[in-house]
């Protein structure tokens, strides 16, 4: 048998594969099982983007190779999205770049721009792909701590020099995954004043801008400025329209490194089906009304669940932001342990804070994805094995 790469040797295996493989065989064995483990919305996609699917989808038009870069449609409604929301203007044929979601752009990225030896600076605990499209490009990662003393920010000054002159870019995604927390003004102006000098590529995720609460309103980096000329910001339909499984996200920033994404991926996929883009464009139509519908949803399903845990006498803080709990871990066990003991003992999915990187030992996350009745059950199971 033919050896795997060392690239492919040297990712680990991925995170929420492995959990929805227990999952699935729990569930097989016919138990209960409350999911709080990936972030991915209960609740359907609006029945106005499955309209202008079905719609389009009856349309030979939309049946052909979508090999440009995206719709102009599709791009144009990105554009007037960022313009109404962030008051940011974006050329819509340079600065966008439509993804078969944004997990794909940002796992191809680092291709564009890594050769051997270079250095990704990477958020720890962070969303997996960071390091596994940095791997799969030839890179390395330089793993910067996200600590709750620093406000699970990354401390820019702690970065080695070797490792700042090495590095070609650097991730940041907030409001965060898995840590909830959120970016101050000041540290995006440090970011983009760090990357200018240092010249230095700003990956910023920006999946969970639209989740936010008790007033709060998220950022983009792309509002500060300097930053088009070093950012690319990554932004996705998936959680703010409920629509994980139809992968649909962007790229948008600055023009040369949304070309040289552009390059990657036409010699990787073929397009966008045409269908799910004008879908798209009917999803960036929808109301505010809806957003903030999801977010009282979230909401409220975040203060059950956050004074259930506390009066279990678990650590745990009300996120302003995303649908994830970053919970301290009761007791002395480690992530994964504690992790394994829920799904046995208590028939609850949590992700192991682990599963993020290191920084992440000593956490569990959970996700707000279930009713407010099962989260109430869950508090219950928890308090047997408390
Ligand atoms: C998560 O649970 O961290 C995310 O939902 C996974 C993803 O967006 O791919």
């Given at each position: 048998m033919l050896?795997?790469?060392?690239?492919?040797?040297?990712?680990?295996?991925?995170?929420?594969?492995?959990?929805?493989?227990?999952?699935?065989?729990?569930?097989?064995?016919g138990r209960d099982i409350i999911d709080l483990g990936i972030g991915d919305p209960d609740q359907p996609t609006p029945m106005h983007i499955i309209d202008a699917l079905n719609q389009a989808a009856r349309d030979p038009a939309n049946h052909r190779y979508a090999l440009d870069q995206g719709m102009p449609a599709l791009r144009q409604a990105i554009a007037s999205w960022y313009k109404a929301r962030f008051n940011v203007n974006l050329a819509p044929d340079t600065q966008i770049l439509p993804l078969i979601g944004s997990k794909e752009g940002i796992a191809h990225f680092p291709l564009a721009f890594l050769?051997?030896?270079?250095?990704?600076?990477?958020?720890?605990?962070?969303?997996?792909?960071?390091?596994?499209?940095?791997?799969?490009?030839?890179?390395?990662?330089?793993?910067?701590?996200?600590?709750?003393?620093?406000?699970?920010?990354?401390?820019?000054?702690?970065?080695?020099?070797?490792?700042?002159?090495k590095a070609k870019m650097i991730f940041v995604n907030y409001p965060n995954n898995p840590t909830n927390a959120c970016a101050s003004d000041g540290f995006y102006r440090e970011l983009i004043d760090f990357a200018k000098r240092n010249k230095i590529i700003v990956i910023s995720d920006l999946a969970y801008s639209e989740m936010v609460y008790d007033g709060y309103k998220a950022r983009s980096l792309l509002e500060f400025p300097g930053a088009q000329d070093v950012v690319i910001e990554f932004h996705s339909l998936s959680k703010t329209y409920n629509m994980t499984g139809w992968r649909l996200g962007w790229a948008s920033g600055n023009p040369r490194l949304i070309a040289a994404l552009a390059k990657v991926k036409s010699n990787i996929d073929s397009g966008i089906f045409s269908a799910i883009q004008l879908a798209g464009v009917a999803a960036l139509s929808t109301g505010q009304d809806f957003t903030a519908k999801m977010c009282q949803l979230y909401q409220e399903r975040r203060d059950i669940l956050v004074s259930g845990l506390?009066?279990?006498?678990?650590?745990?803080?009300?996120?302003?932001?995303?649908?994830?709990?970053?919970?301290?871990?009761?007791?002395?066990?480690?992530?994964?342990?504690?992790?394994?003991?829920?799904?046995?003992?208590?028939?609850?999915?949590?992700?192991?804070?682990?599963?993020f990187g290191r920084y992440g030992e000593g956490y569990i996350?959970?996700?707000?994805?279930?009713?407010?009745?099962?989260?109430?059950?869950?508090?219950?199971?928890?308090?047997?094995?408390?």
């Open positions: 050896r795997l790469s060392k690239k492919v040797q040297s990712l680990p295996p991925y995170l929420f594969l492995e959990i929805d493989k227990a999952k699935r065989k729990a569930r097989q064995e050769n051997a030896g270079d250095i990704s600076l990477i958020p720890d605990p962070c969303y997996p792909p960071y390091k596994g499209g940095t791997i799969l490009a030839g890179g390395s990662a330089h793993l910067m701590p996200l600590l709750e003393e620093n406000n699970f920010l990354p401390d820019l000054k702690r970065i080695p020099f070797l490792a700042r002159k506390q009066s279990l006498g678990w650590q745990v803080t009300k996120p302003k932001a995303t649908f994830y709990l970053w919970i301290k871990i009761p007791g002395s066990s480690d992530s994964m342990s504690f992790a394994s003991r829920l799904l046995k003992e208590a028939d609850i999915v949590a992700t192991p804070g682990v599963g996350r959970m996700a707000l994805t279930v009713p407010k009745e099962r989260i109430r059950e869950a508090l219950e199971r928890l308090k047997k094995i408390s």
